[in-house]
Each structure stands twice: as structure tokens, then as C-alpha cells.
């Protein structure tokens, strides 16, 4: 398939852990960028980090920690320690964004340590995180983006999930090496009124990742108005990274120019 020609005013790119599955990551990577899009990882622990900064691909954001918790001591700690280690790698990739959630992950997506329901306490010790590691980006010229998750469908048990916790957070730190990884498909699921979310969240959005409702596949597979989202994000100026992080519903070189064509305005 040739690359298209379309334009777009953000930044595009493709998370590699959910397309050209069939393939090996390093392949998946080199076809990503060969279609003309930037690179998005999970876990760097799983790859071959060589391998991938010698494959000329540009990488947009990978998961900026590998376990720890924001809001409890020594979770904290682990997540200081684990993340001061992806910063290194994310240098090495020349990765801008690391992303982050209220708690670590396994393989499934679940919480390593559920939470169910949050204290002011936890609140605070949340915030003293983030700012803790605010201060580990400044030091390395890199962003932290806190990513909203849906409990209902994907992620049940994961604290400050939803995207009006993570504003909150964000916001109250209001530090340029702390912002939001708006997850459309999660704020779907989990909250909805997603155009006033994207004008709420406007002057915090680090990078804006994508799928579509039921399913998780490229956008125009299911009930959000792509089109209108695209409109949202130029209305407000953003002219930063929309990630596609979803699954191929077909073929997958069709499902990425499905995906260039709706945010190309």
C-alpha cells in the first residue's frame, strides 16, 4: 500500500504493540515508520532496545515506569526508582513522553494492586509523586503524561483513573514536565461529553491517544464521532502527537490510512 499524501495539523502515530501483530516488534516498527508515522512502545523491559534505536523509526512515547504506585510510600519509591530507569532508555530512543497510570500494570492490563476507593490521603500523596517526578523530567528535558483508563471495561481496580482525576492531578501540579495522555477510547467508556473534556483538558494535553467504541480498533469502526474529535483538538490549537492505540479491525496497513484520513483536515 503507498503512503498516503494527506496532511494532518498533529503529529501521528502508532502504537506497535497492537498492529502488524504476525510480525516480529523490530518488523512492526520498521512498517510503521516506512507508512509515515512516529513509533509508540509499552514496556521497553520486553524489546530490544538496540534493535530498536537502530531502526530509524521515531518513537513518541513508551511507558515511563515498570511498577511502583502513586499514592503510598513505598509504591512511590518503586515508581521514582523504575522511572529514573525508562528515562535512560527513553534518551537512548529519543522518546519525549513517558507515560504513567495510578498504579502498575501486568500483562492483562489489570492493576498489580488494586484500589477501589481513594482517600484525601492518597490524593495528596498522588500529587507529591507527580511533582517528584516533575522534577525528574525538568532534570532530563523530558514530559511525564498521566493517562486516564477506563475501570468499567479494561482496567477495573486502577486508582485515579478517570480522566476528570487525572485533570485534577495534572492540574493541580500545573508543571510543563507533567501533562495528560488524553485517551479518547478510555474517557469514552468510562465518562463520555468527550468535546468538552478535550476544551477542559485543553491547556494540559501532552498527547492524545485513539480507538474507536466497542471493540478498540481504528477510528469509524464504532460509535465516536472521529471527525468531530479532530475538529475539537484543532479548535483548541493543539498541534501535538494523536497516537492510534487500538487494534487493527482488518487489514492493517487499511485500518492506519483509515486512521490518517480522519485526523487530516
Known sequence: ??????????TLAVCAEMVFCDQPMIERVKRIDELGFNVEIWDWTRHDIEAL???????????????????????????????????????????????????????EGLPVTPCYQLTGAMWLKARETLNRLADLGEQHGVTFVLENLNTDVDHPGVPFARLADVL??????????????????????????????IHRCAPYIGEVQVADV?????????????????????????????GLEGWASGDDELALERFRTVFSL
Request: hydrophobic share 40%; proline share 4%.
Open 1 to 10: 500500500m503507498s503512503i498516503s499524501t494527506s496532511s494532518s495539523p498533529f
Open 53 to 107: 534505536a537502530n531502526s530509524g523509526a521515531v518513537f513518541s512515547s513508551m511507558t515511563g515506569y515498570v511498577s511502583g504506585t502513586l499514592a503510598d510510600d513505598a509504591g512511590a519509591d518503586e515508581l521514582l526508582h523504575t522511572a529514573a530507569a525508562s528515562v535512560e532508555i527513553a534518551k537512548r530512543l529519543g522518546i519525549p513522553r513517558l507515560n504513567l497510570h495510578g498504579t502498575g500494570l501486568n500483562a
Open 168 to 197: 485534577a492531578l495534572v492540574e493541580s501540579v500545573d508543571r510543563p514536565s507533567l501533562r495528560i495522555m488524553l485517551d479518547v477510547y478510555h474517557a469514552q467508556i468510562g465518562e463520555g461529553n468527550l468535546i468538552e473534556l
Open 214 to 242: 466497542p471493540g478498540r480498533c481504528e477510528p469509524g469502526t464504532g460509535e465516536i464521532n472521529y471527525a468531530a474529535i479532530a475538529s475539537a483538538l484543532n479548535d483548541i490549537g493543539y498541534r501535538g502527537t494523536v
